[in-house]
């Protein structure tokens, strides 16, 4: 849906309309950009093109330029003469969204913008979006950042009639608003559940009078049972606590270990002296700064590296799994 509304995919049907001299900005999921570019030049060249199509509020060279410098210094990029491919995923996603804040757009598309980023480049895109003027949508699974940007909530959905449920206001407003409208949903599925059941009871008892006759076309002449079927909504699954099971082989003990592994990246050392024992339904969590090195660290977990030096061992049998996003050629 935000690719139709950037623009860069048709519709199955209906039409996507743009006031004249509105100016978009769309951040993907995933950017990419030209390892061998600086950042200077990515950003450079977006506001560039603005300004030789000669489109409303193009900006002249000098406020090119400006713009340019504004927003890589507001994005934290200290060298503008960085190479791109020398980019985490967070500093990459910081350089999409700088380039498209430097053309001014007045509406501004973001696909996950949160993706990568660390907590301090979080808070800096709130800072960032809360003092801009111009509008933007946002499509996030960061239920936090929802809840600090967003004014007005918009969730796609089957469970809904329309396929979609909005609701004005916060977040944790837009939870309140849809466990609301999904009661009212329950107890109206319920309540047609009911008069069809009472209606097939009938018809087997084979009751055939004028009274049931005249009930029938006060609804409206098709029974209810009809009716659901032919209008029933998908309901909403049923809550409940969730349980699962462990395979036996599963379950058995099993770990890595890891005695003394070190790293370096390009002359830069990413780990040195890591010690870490991972045993049976052991969760780790691994934070750090963009560019700190901590996809390194889980491609030497997941054996996609081989550390420079140091001591791995797995327990017999281990089965392991990484989950990773789609290459993009930049390096953590």
Not at 7 to 32: C, F, W
Not at 205 to 231: D, I, V, W
Not at 268 to 283: C, M, T
Request: charged share 25%; net charge positive.
């Amino acid at each position: 849906m935000l690719r139709i509304l950037a623009g860069l995919e048709a519709p199955d049907r209906g039409s996507r309309s743009l006031r004249r001299g509105t100016r978009l900005g769309y951040v993907p999921q995933d950017p990419s950009f030209p390892p061998e570019e600086t950042v200077e030049s990515v950003v450079a060249a977006a506001v560039a093109e603005d300004r030789d199509t000669g489109s409303a509020g193009a900006p002249t060279r000098t406020e090119a330029e400006l713009r340019v410098a504004m927003a890589l210094s507001r994005a934290g990029f200290a060298d503008p003469g960085g190479r791109v491919g020398d980019l985490s995923g967070g500093w990459l996603k910081r350089l999409a969204i700088a380039r498209e804040l430097a053309r001014a757009p007045d509406v501004l598309l973001m696909d996950e913008p949160t993706n990568h980023l660390d907590v301090e480049g979080i808070l800096w895109l709130e800072e960032v979006l809360r003092a801009e003027t111009h509008a933007y949508l946002v499509v996030s699974h960061d239920r936090w950042f929802l809840e600090r940007v967003a004014q007005r909530m918009l969730e796609l959905n089957r469970i809904y009639p329309s396929g979609l449920f909005e609701a004005k206001g916060r977040y944790s407003d837009f939870l309140v608003a849809r466990d609301e409208a999904l009661r009212a949903e329950a107890a109206y599925q319920e309540t047609l559940a009911n008069r069809v059941r009472r209606e097939i009871e009938w018809l087997r008892a084979g009751r055939e009078s004028a009274q049931h006759q005249a009930a029938g076309a006060h609804q409206g002449g098709r029974p209810a049972h009809r009716r659901a079927g032919r209008g029933a909504r998908t309901a909403p699954r049923a809550r409940g606590r969730a349980s699962t099971s462990t395979p036996p082989a599963a379950r058995r003990a099993g770990s890595w270990s890891r005695a003394g592994l070190g790293m370096s990246l390009g002359g830069r050392p990413i780990v040195e002296g890591l010690d870490l024992v991972l045993g049976a339904g052991s969760r780790l969590g691994l934070i750090g700064p963009n560019g700190s090195g901590k996809t390194t660290v889980l491609r030497l977990l997941d054996g996609t590296l081989t550390p420079d030096h140091g001591e791995i061992e797995r327990a017999p049998g281990l089965q392991r799994r990484a989950l990773r996003p789609a290459p993009r050629g930049a390096r953590s």
